[in-house]
């Protein structure tokens, strides 16, 4: 094959034909099982890709999660409904234990859908526009429809930083914050993490100067007209508003009416109508499947995603994906003739995205059997092309690195010091490494918490090539532990 | 910015909220633009890439060029229009020159759409299926309705060594070679390498062992309903028979029910008709726009993409945005206050797909004129991601690889030997410098030559990062040299 492609190469630098070439020539070699407790890890890994990449159920798992049962709201009968099927994945497996682990998770429900229109103001009866708008989660609703002054600030910052004297301007109106998220990041994640407390903070600050509800712009980089939702918390003892997003469409159209009012010293006038509710915690369930190590179990690797997910979607990037990677990481192993050195455990975890209950319960209970849980990997960015690693813990990154040059062959080149992930993230008190899988994230923020995070906008060799990877470093770390 | 980044690490790492952490503190610096005449290269590539993320036409020019002119075939009317939207585009950015270089090109004509129907064979009459089909790139038509056998080998090496006897019984039918595109290689590239030359060249074999035509399986990895097209070519003094490839899908099925038909020792037919046929050489032209160096005007570097495309689709990955991301080169070099040292030029080639006479064309007259090419960029992988840079010459590599510590914070961390591209492959006699842009290629041969090559499937942060990469190459090559 090798040969072949040689040849191939030298055809195409002596002609100029409309073809394209490869870049290194990365043929599959036939890796043969082997029986050896340590077989050459390099073939290891290329077995894992072939395996990924040829005949995997993962994606038509992925199908079934997102189109059959759809989006997974903690607390509702999806969820409910997710943690079913999951389980009877895991089941079909042969794997050493399947089970359910009871948590109490928030149930927020939205309601009947939102509702905003600009209603113009005494001089101007043209701006009666319905906007795009989706309810923050956790948000309580308007109780009817709530009708006043719109009123926009640039920044929560600047929200924050107001003198009283100012502070009196917005009170009793609804507050915008207009802040997009910053474009010139190149990971898009960076962007986000410079704008997201706005959406979960922002609420309280716009309360306090007694405004009757928060509005902000939805944090993503692409002008469309899906609207982003997401977590958003009270303070404990502060006054609850009511708190949306604009989709990014409608945010630039009414921040340039509000631009134009103000400097005709006019004001707009805002309906909006929140349906959503705060019902009593639901019991639900992380699912749990675990391979038994050979010769060290004890020493415990998690590999897992969050089985909720957003209403509004599919929960498909975020996060299907990292879900059905992390049963596939187990497929994988299982495909390797040698069972892994150390456990191997995936955790399906629920409720990341109102309060990650289920990682706290998680960690907890392996704190109360004294489980020692070496590390910990997290796919909650998104089921595109992996670029490599991110391990939370600079002292212990070059462990690591170390494995480099095995998984350069496929594409991950980076492996650097960054934040492993909010499930796994409550096990780091106990001194496990946390490492969060880095996939390519130019459109990971077009789908987040939106409309569009289905099924199709999911591509399915990104995807498994996001599995391939997880399983890679799962297995090293499983066969040669992290000393 | 950095501060506020690194307190909101800390806030999700405290908390375990639905957040999602960044990487690495990517943020943008001020940027001031500076007339020393080596300004620092690390803020100039920081510079490229926020005028690229913020204020770039080059997305609305790729709409326009895929929307409002379209395909683009070598010799057609589009190919003419793109000629002289192109060179509009060009003259409106205040460019030392803005030329047309005239060259002859092929042209091919589809022709009415392609038909291809299973008609089962005398005991079996329930296959009457019609097959989705494109008619090769330079084939000749049916001539009318073509009725005959449909036969199947596995490989064109098969084909290629069948014994007299058994080439017998291919005379007089359709040969269907029913090779895939092996989806174990990471890079699609590779895989595509492996079977392209069915494409190219498999038509004449079949011609060999009397076929009346020959079909192939589109080179995709994606199972669908859209047939790729590419170019084929007749060997001197062959008979031409037609050539034409099937869906995916189809071909999925037509293996199946040829698989069953074997084994019930029955045979099936076809009806294939394909309108297409080569028409005399038209004029058409590379578009040209060039800034002149500073210092060493004539030390030039070429960057570019081709300008013509296949029928099916808008040529949107192939190539719209190489041809738009080489222009946007030019804009966001001009956006450095200095002048390059080394002399830019933007070449828009015609004919890429029909047999690259454009690009011949190009290097012939670099040649007359004794022009000094030190190295040329080539744009033709598609609009995704950038993950970096082909070099094809590992002597040289070295040279560019050098400044993979400048490219790392944007994700470019390929730099290896590689092909550069199919149209400044001719300046590589001179001894210039190759080296193509290398996005991530998962998604390229979806679309790829298919109806699906479409503005819609073109990511704009993942285009723009295209271009701000060899944006930052080709400052780089401009003021450093390659020496």
Redesign the interface.
């Known amino acids: 094959?090798k040969k072949?492609?040689l040849s191939?190469?030298l055809?195409?630098?002596s002609s100029?034909?409309?073809?394209?070439?490869?870049?290194?020539?990365?043929?599959?070699p036939n890796y043969n099982k082997t029986k050896t407790e340590t077989p050459d890890p390099e073939l290891v890994l290329r077995s894992i890709?072939?395996n990924a990449?040829?005949g995997s159920p993962a994606y038509a798992q992925l199908r079934y999660l997102c189109k059959d049962i759809g989006p997974r709201l903690s607390g509702s009968d999806n969820a409910q409904k997710a943690v079913e099927y999951m389980q009877r994945v895991l089941d079909s497996m042969n794997l050493d234990s399947v089970y359910l682990q009871p948590v109490m998770v928030p149930h927020w429900e939205r309601g009947e859908k939102e509702f905003c229109q600009v209603i113009g103001n005494e001089n101007e009866k043209i701006n009666q526009k319905v906007l795009d708008i989706t309810a923050l989660g956790g948000s309580v609703g308007t109780n009817g429809k709530l009708k006043t002054q719109i009123v926009a600030v640039n920044s929560l910052s600047d929200l924050e930083n107001l003198s009283k004297k100012e502070a009196k301007k917005y009170k009793g109106k609804i507050i915008f914050v207009t802040q997009p998220m910053?474009?010139?990041?190149?990971?898009?994640?960076?962007a986000?993490?410079?704008c997201?407390?706005i959406r979960?903070f922002g609420v309280n600050t716009a309360a306090k100067v007694g405004a009757k509800a928060f509005l902000m712009r939805s944090l993503t980089?692409?002008n469309d007209n899906h609207p982003h939702t997401?977590?958003m918390?009270y303070e404990k003892g502060g006054k609850k508003i009511p708190a949306a997003a604009l989709s990014t469409n409608s945010a630039n159209y009414l921040e340039k009416i509000l631009n134009k009012a103000q400097k005709e010293n006019t004001s707009i006038e805002m309906e909006l109508q929140l349906n959503c509710e705060i019902l009593p915690d639901v019991l639900s369930y992380n699912v749990i499947g675990e391979l038994r190590g050979r010769e060290k179990p004890e020493e415990i690797i998690t590999v897992g995603g969050h089985l909720d997910s957003w209403d509004l979607g599919e929960g498909a990037h975020d996060d299907g994906t990292g879900c059905l990677q992390s049963v596939e990481v187990l497929r994988l192993i299982q495909k390797i003739e040698t069972k892994p050195k150390r456990t191997i455990r995936c955790v399906l975890f629920m409720s990341?995205?109102?309060?990650?209950s289920g990682?706290?319960e998680y960690a907890r209970v392996a704190k109360e059997k004294n489980e020692n849980h070496i590390a910990a990997l997290e796919s909650?960015?998104g089921g595109f092309?992996p670029?490599g690693f991110?391990v939370q813990d600079s002292a212990r990154l070059a462990i690591i690195q170390k494995w480099q040059p095995l998984f350069k062959?496929?594409?991950l080149?980076?492996v650097?010091?960054?934040?492993g992930g909010?499930d796994i993230?409550?096990l780091?008190a106990s001194g496990t490494l946390l490492i969060g899988l880095?996939p390519?994230s130019?459109?990971?923020f077009?789908h987040?918490h939106a409309a569009t995070d289905v099924f199709e906008n999911v591509?399915?060799?990104?995807f498994l090539?996001g599995a391939a990877a997880m399983a890679s470093l799962t297995y090293m770390m499983a066969e040669y532990g992290i000393e």
């Open positions: 094959m072949n492609i191939f190469v055809l195409i630098l100029n034909f409309a073809l394209f070439s490869c870049t290194t020539a990365d043929a599959p890709h072939d990449l040829i910053d474009a010139r990041f190149i990971n898009t994640g960076s986000y993490g410079g997201s407390s979960v980089l692409k997401g977590i918390i990341e995205e109102n309060g990650a990682a706290k909650d960015s092309t670029r991110r062959p496929y594409n080149h980076k650097e010091f960054g934040f909010v993230n409550p780091g880095e390519d130019q459109r990971y077009d987040h591509h399915e060799r990104e090539l």
